[in-house]
């Protein structure tokens, strides 16, 4: 259970996100000590600047002229079973529109209920956040 927070708020254009890059490399030690990534059930927990990097490419074409560069990062992570769950509260704050999420991106109330959810649930929990 990721708690993501971390991104380039002025400049999520530029390079991938470190957040995500961050939550890779936890998600990849696991797999390179031999566990199936089948047996791993991660969920990202997205809120606060982390939003824009999961906005999608037709978002990014319009505003950027460019693909969202975590895009492949986005899709592996999908296809590997993890779910990306956006804070509805903080969409709402920063005037993010569900239509420019990444498609497969869910959306919450808020990222507290998914905390809270998925850490009842017994998942770890990992805080990606700007400190």
């Known amino acids: 259970l990721f708690d993501f927070t971390l991104?380039?708020?002025?400049?999520?254009?530029?390079?991938?996100?470190?957040?995500?890059?961050?939550i890779s490399r936890v998600l990849n030690l696991p797999v390179a000590s031999g566990i199936p990534i089948s047996n791993i059930h991660a969920v990202i927990a997205t809120h606060g600047p982390s939003l824009f990097s999961i906005r999608n490419n037709?978002?990014?074409?319009?505003?950027?002229?460019?693909?969202?560069?975590?895009s492949q990062l986005i899709e592996d992570l999908m296809k590997n079973g993890v779910k990306f769950i956006a804070c509805g509260q903080a969409m709402r704050f920063?005037?993010?529109?569900?239509?420019?999420l990444f498609p497969g991106v869910k959306v919450s109330l808020t990222a507290q209920t998914v905390l809270s959810n998925y850490s009842g649930q017994g998942y770890v929990h990992y805080d990606i956040s700007e400190e």
């Open 58 to 70: 037709q978002f990014f074409q319009e505003k950027y002229k460019k693909d969202n560069p975590n």
């Open 7 to 22: 991104n380039f708020k002025d400049r999520p254009h530029e390079t991938l996100s470190p957040g995500l890059g961050a």
């Open 94 to 100: 920063l005037e993010i529109k569900k239509e420019e």
